[in-house]
């Protein structure tokens, strides 16, 4: 019987899953002048043997079928194939040694193997419908397309390591060179930070951080620069729309609101938090109305801007005569918002080139010639904002 498995040697080749050596004892009967004596004997069966017949004639192996003959499972495969160092020698060899009697090759691993590189990188993000991360990839995209590179987008459900891995795995399997992480939300960034990602990869974040992963717009700035906008327009009674506070922009955003308005000695208000959408900045607005009590709103997003002005045009209010509006992000319709919105530009291009090109100078180890310094928005005046008329 298999020591392994327990199973008699003509099953042996049915226990793929647990048994992994096939180390197979049998039992010898020797007639002699005595008797009949019996004889143990421990007999080592290679596992081409075991798996020469596990798959149909002709059907091309997958990596389940490797993961179920060695035991393990396909994200163990996955790790095996792409040399993560979490795998122990013993598994590494005893899924190289299924990989090679099953002639297992991924396709896209097979031209990384013959090319010496995939010539792909990945994107790891969330949330990716939101205009940020959507507009992130997009421009991350065409930089690559320039650098002669591909691009595989993994998009997470959920924001849980579990999830996470499982995105990370999927991109490992597509033999990526390097990844770029879009992480909007906190607690993308410290499950990241806990995974050991076998490739270089550079995180998309909406502050500054620290390190040669690292690639930020200063969005604190940004919001600075819209804030003061206003105040030197003369408004001293101004609201802020935040985002979500699990975002780590909107909570930067309003960050930057609150400082701006410190350094110049304008009382503030408790901001509103929002979701984002447009919806909610026109349920915000007829709130606020009920109060009259500003000049000028500052929104963390265009969308929530744009559901601010129906609001006010609803109350027959004038934008910007009676209220000013200041959004973030520049949209491609903020210039067609009536009136025309007043708001913060994210250079997506210039993002999409440096995040690309940062990536491509992690895989090469020359980080000298790739800038990593956070981008600065800027400020775009259009017609909504204008002096207080009173």
Not at 60 to 83: C, E, K, M
Request: hydrophobic residues 40%; proline residues 5%; glycine residues 6%.
């Amino acid at each position: 019987m298999c020591t392994v498995c327990g199973l008699h040697p003509k099953r042996a080749k049915l226990a793929r899953r647990d048994c992994h050596n096939h180390n197979v004892t049998v039992t010898l009967a020797h007639k002699g002048d005595t008797g009949v004596r019996l004889q143990n004997v421990t007999v080592h069966i290679p596992l081409g043997v075991i798996v020469s017949d596990s798959l149909p004639t002709g059907r091309t192996p997958s990596i389940r079928d490797v993961a179920r003959l060695a035991g393990v499972s396909h994200q163990t495969v996955s790790r095996v194939l792409n040399s993560h160092p979490s795998i122990r020698e013993s598994t590494r060899l005893r899924v190289q040694q299924v990989i090679d009697e099953l002639q297992y090759r991924p396709s896209s691993a097979a031209r990384a193997l013959v090319k010496g590189q995939s010539r792909t990188i990945g994107v790891l993000s969330a949330l990716s419908a939101e205009y940020g991360p959507a507009s992130s990839i997009a421009a991350i995209q065409d930089a690559a397309r320039e650098a002669g590179y591909f691009v595989n987008t993994a998009n997470l459900s959920r924001g849980e390591p579990s999830s996470i891995q499982a995105a990370v795995d999927h991109l490992m399997y597509q033999s990526v060179e390097g990844i770029v992480v879009i992480a909007p939300q906190v607690r993308v960034i410290e499950a990241i930070e806990k995974l050991a990602i076998a490739v270089p990869y550079v995180t998309l974040q909406s502050t500054s951080g620290e390190g040669k992963h690292v690639l930020s717009v200063d969005q604190i700035a940004g919001a600075r620069v819209a804030t003061r906008h206003l105040i030197d327009l003369g408004h001293r009674n101004i609201y802020h729309l935040a985002g979500p506070q699990d975002w780590i922009e909107a909570e930067a955003r309003m960050r930057g609101f609150l400082e701006e308005m410190g350094a110049n000695d304008v009382p503030t208000t408790a901001p509103i938090l929002g979701d984002w959408t447009a919806d909610f900045g026109y349920y915000a607005g007829r709130e606020l109305l009920r109060v009259r009590d500003f000049t000028a709103i500052f929104s963390s997003n265009d969308q929530m801007a744009l559901g601010l002005m129906h609001a006010i045009r609803d109350a027959g209010l004038d934008i910007p005569r009676d209220v000013s509006i200041v959004g973030f992000d520049d949209i491609p319709e903020a210039a067609h918002f009536w009136p025309p919105l007043t708001t913060v530009r994210q250079d997506f291009a210039e993002l999409g080139r440096r995040c690309v090109a940062l990536l491509l100078a992690n895989i090469t180890g020359s980080l000298n010639e790739a800038s990593s310094s956070p981008l600065i928005p800027e400020l775009v005046v259009r017609s909504s904002t204008a002096a207080p008329a009173w």
